[in-house]
């Protein structure tokens, strides 16, 4: 029982201090996963933590949030899971609070309020930069071509709730790429990932 | 209540925010503008507070909402919403479907899936920039917003800033100009 919760915490404490490196997004913690949980402590192999970055990526929610927990899961069953989550989690959990806690304080201030007029502008160029480096892996063809087109109009003049949107995108997915192969096409569903420096770099701007 | 509000608001959102914490934007959004909780502009500074921390910008933006709302146990129950899912798929994926990622059916997902999150985030870039002011008709105050957008997509994609780092510098710039 004691070794137990000594692992628990041990799983805790190392994902606490990867905790903050997240601000690279969910990828630049690969490095320092492979350094404390493959090399140092032996809890997995390079090959698992290539896997869980895979399943990661396919599931809802943060990449690092999601690899962490499974690297948690893989290393101590489902108490693992929830010390791994909350060690990443707590760090970037206080730093928020804090910088909230600062800008309610603040921003009634002119020369706070000023800068956020101009920071507002980048924000929107932020989103922008997302969607770009998300469409590099989304926009392959025609056919995804026109659903990211369709769904952007739909969400303009139909204004339907975004969550139908996501559900229809996984049902259209599944139905074009059973109807083309149907119908005799060939379809490329992924675009050939090519050097690991650019397969990472699509994912700069995803939020992580 | 209010607790269990913000719970379960970002629970739900936290089910469905595949691809990045990016295309969760317009559905935070559409929730809290909804509920009355805040406006677009409120929320685009929320998104830059996320973007200013580490961690993922949707799980940050949900903390900040909580906090704004309902201070610290606001930013607690928004924040493990935002994070249970993640907890509960992992555990169901890990259980059952080890090999999901190579599932035929997962790969055909989401070739329908991420130009749905791209038009999600194309639509979330023009109802920010509609309610910031940089498609207002034009004057030297809309221009000089729009130069600011174009610079810090500049230094995004061609000279790879860090986004904080665009942020910060947008931020001093903007103490300089507007007051």
Same mark, same amino acid.
């Given at each position: 029982?004691?070794?137990?919760?000594?692992?628990?915490?041990?799983?805790?404490?190392?994902?606490?201090?990867?905790?903050?490196?997240?601000?690279?997004?969910?990828?630049?913690?690969?490095?320092?996963?492979?350094?404390?949980?493959?090399?140092?402590?032996?809890?997995?192999?390079?090959?698992?933590?290539?896997?869980?970055?895979?399943?990661?990526?396919?599931?809802?929610?943060?990449?690092?949030?999601?690899?962490?927990?499974?690297?948690?899961?893989?290393?101590?069953?489902?108490?693992?899971?929830?010390?791994?989550?909350?060690?990443?989690?707590?760090?970037?959990?206080?730093?928020?609070?804090?910088?909230?806690?600062?800008?309610?304080?603040?921003?009634?201030?002119?020369?706070?309020?000023?800068?956020?007029?101009?920071?507002?502008?980048?924000?929107?160029? !932020? %989103?922008?930069?997302? /969607?770009?480096?998300? +469409?590099?892996?989304?926009?392959?063809? &025609?056919?995804? #071509?026109?659903? $990211? @087109?369709?769904?952007?109009?739909?969400?303009?003049?139909?204004?339907?709730?975004?969550? !139908? %949107?996501?559900?229809? /995108?996984?049902?259209? +997915?599944?139905?074009?790429?059973?109807? &083309?192969?149907? #119908?005799?096409? $060939? @379809?490329?569903?992924?675009?050939?990932?090519?050097?690991?420096?650019?397969?990472?770099?699509?994912?700069?701007?995803? /939020?992580? | 209540?209010?607790?269990?509000?913000?719970?379960?608001?970002?629970?739900?959102?936290?089910?469905?925010?595949?691809?990045?914490?990016?295309?969760?934007?317009?559905?935070?959004?559409?929730?809290?503008?909804?509920?009355?909780?805040?406006?677009?502009?409120?929320?685009?500074?929320?998104?830059?507070?996320?973007?200013?921390?580490?961690?993922?910008?949707?799980?940050?933006?949900?903390?900040?909402?909580?906090?704004?709302?309902?201070?610290?146990?606001?930013?607690?129950?928004?924040?493990?919403?935002?994070?249970?899912?993640?907890?509960?798929?992992?555990?169901?994926?890990?259980?059952?479907?080890?090999?999901?990622?190579?599932?035929?059916?997962?790969?055909?997902?989401?070739?329908?899936?991420?130009?749905?999150?791209?038009?999600?985030?194309?639509?979330?870039?023009?109802?920010?920039?509609?309610?910031?002011?940089?498609?207002?008709?034009?004057?030297?105050?809309?221009?000089?917003?729009?130069?600011?957008?174009?610079?810090?997509?500049?230094?995004?994609?061609?000279?790879?800033?860090?986004?904080?780092?665009?942020?910060?510098?947008?931020?001093?710039?903007?103490?300089?100009?507007?007051?």
């Amino acid at each position: 029982m004691k070794e137990e919760t000594k692992k628990l915490f041990q799983i805790f404490w190392t994902f606490l201090k990867i905790g903050p490196v997240t601000f690279g997004g969910g990828y630049a913690m690969i490095p320092l996963i492979e350094r404390e949980v493959v090399d140092k402590k032996k809890w997995i192999n390079h090959a698992d933590v290539t896997d869980v970055f895979a399943i990661a990526e396919s599931i809802p929610g943060a990449i690092a949030i999601n690899s962490s927990t499974f690297i948690g899961y893989r290393i101590g069953g489902i108490r693992g899971a929830i010390a791994a989550l909350l060690g990443v989690f707590l760090p970037t959990f206080l730093i928020v609070v804090v910088l909230s806690i600062v800008f309610l304080q603040i921003q009634n201030n002119p020369k706070i309020e000023a800068a956020f007029q101009a920071i507002r502008a980048s924000i929107v160029a !932020l %989103i922008v930069y997302a /969607g770009y480096m998300i +469409g590099k892996t989304a926009i392959i063809d &025609k056919t995804t #071509l026109v659903i $990211s @087109v369709g769904s952007m109009a739909i969400l303009f003049f139909l204004h339907l709730h975004p969550v !139908l %949107i996501i559900f229809s /995108g996984i049902i259209l +997915g599944i139905l074009l790429v059973n109807v &083309k192969r149907k #119908l005799g096409y $060939s @379809v490329k569903i992924k675009k050939e990932k090519s050097t690991p420096a650019q397969q990472l770099e699509c994912y700069m701007g995803d /939020g992580i | 209540m209010i607790l269990f509000e913000l719970f379960w608001m970002f629970l739900l959102i936290g089910f469905v925010s595949f691809g990045g914490g990016y295309a969760m934007i317009p559905v935070i959004e559409m929730e809290v503008i909804n509920k009355g909780w805040m406006t677009t502009q409120q929320f685009t500074d929320v998104i830059a507070i996320a973007g200013m921390s580490p961690g993922p910008i949707a799980t940050n933006s949900a903390i900040f909402v909580g906090y704004q709302i309902n201070g610290i146990t606001g930013a607690i129950a928004a924040g493990l919403g935002m994070v249970i899912p993640s907890l509960l798929l992992v555990i169901i994926i890990a259980t059952f479907f080890y090999r999901i990622s190579k599932n035929k059916h997962v790969e055909s997902a989401f070739y329908g899936l991420r130009p749905i999150i791209t038009g999600l985030i194309g639509y979330a870039a023009i109802k920010f920039a509609i309610s910031n002011h940089l498609l207002d008709s034009f004057s030297w105050y809309s221009g000089s917003l729009l130069a600011i957008f174009a610079l810090s997509l500049f230094s995004l994609i061609k000279l790879r800033l860090h986004p904080a780092l665009v942020i910060v510098m947008s931020g001093v710039l903007g103490a300089a100009i507007y007051s």
